[in-house]
């Protein structure tokens, strides 16, 4: 494990974003496949952190990884939200996660005053073991949501109640 | 006789007013007529791509439905769908005319193979939805928050094209 600081993403956080998504590997959990694709991404993440909805994991000063929060634009709909989480290929299994996950809930309970979070991750994504330790529940599973070349991958969604 | 061509933009003041109309709106996300125009915007922008038909009879609108096509490439192969028919004409078979002409459009225009949609619990259009053959793959029980602690679910379900 490593020795981690959590905060609000800063604007000048974005390179290290693109950096991470640069890894083609990294893509694959992601439906991104294009540079104008990840583009797009980025800003709109980048748009959620203007409103304090995403959060920097740092090591060292450097960061490691981030999380955010898509806030709902509809008041029905805004006692809840997707969320994405991101870390930096060399940070992998070193508890990043866990730590952003953690505090992601922290900022949407307490700050957003949100009742439950949401990720939509595809089926052979490793984070799933985490997210179940961490008290998400499936609420659903879409088959053939992805197809990336020859390789056809369900959508699994899963929530948890904070 | 229903005919189904593609949405213009004139169709749109239509929608809003359904939407506008009774209780219609405890079936979609949005709860005021600013968040109804929002929407909207959002509904011309896909328009503009051909993925809306509107539906008409004696040359007005009765019905409108929306593909909304995916932005990445890994995914254009689905996408979710908005239907909403005029309060006026509903039970007259204008909603399952609509979802076929919207199911040939996009296989044939977007080179669709699979459509999903969002529906909230107790909507009538579900009986709709299962006599098109569209299954059940998950549901979120607090997705609407209607008041304090009165919450509607939404189930998710999908069609293979």
Redesign the interface.
């Known amino acids: 494990m490593v020795d981690l600081d959590i905060r609000y993403t800063y604007v000048t956080d974005i390179s290290y974003l693109k950096k991470w998504l640069d890894v083609q590997s990294m893509l694959h959990w992601f ?4 540079e104008k ?1 990840v583009e ?1 991404m980025v800003q709109s993440w980048m748009g959620m952190s203007r409103y304090g909805a995403a959060l920097t994991a740092t090591c060292e000063g450097i960061p490691c990884g981030m999380g955010v929060l898509f806030l ?9 939200c997707a969320f994405m989480l991101l870390v930096d290929p060399h940070y992998q299994k070193q508890g990043v996660g866990t730590s952003l996950i953690k505090n992601l809930k922290h900022l949407a309970k307490t700050y957003f005053h949100l ?2 979070i ?1 990720i939509e991750i595809y089926e052979d994504n490793p984070i799933l073991s985490l997210l179940l330790k961490l008290d998400f529940h499936e ?10 070349e020859r390789l056809v991958l369900g959508r699994i ?1 899963l ?1 948890c109640d904070l | 006789m229903i005919t189904i061509r593609a949405t213009v933009e004139s169709d749109l003041p239509h929608l809003v007013q359904w939407l506008m109309k009774g209780d219609i709106l405890q079936w979609f996300p949005m709860l005021n007529q600013a968040e109804i125009e929002d929407n909207m915007r959002i509904w011309s922008a896909y328009s503009k791509l051909g993925a809306s038909l509107t539906a008409e009879l004696n040359k007005e609108p009765v019905g409108l439905a929306l593909l909304y096509i995916q932005p990445y490439k890994k995914l254009a192969h689905q996408c979710l769908f908005a239907i909403v028919v005029a309060p006026s004409h509903r039970g007259q078979g204008i909603g399952t005319q609509l979802m076929q002409a919207l199911m040939k459009h996009g296989k044939e225009k977007f080179h669709l193979e699979m459509l999903h949609l969002e529906v909230y619990e107790g909507n009538p259009a579900i009986a709709l939805y299962q006599k098109l053959g569209f299954t059940e793959f998950g549901s979120q029980k607090r997705f609407i928050k209607e008041g304090p602690g009165l919450y509607r679910g939404k189930i998710m379900m999908q069609k293979h094209l």
């Open positions: 439906p991104m496949t294009t694709e797009d709902m634009p509809y008041k029905k709909v805004a006692h809840h009742e439950l949401h609420f659903g599973r879409q088959e053939g949501f992805v197809k990336e969604l929530e």
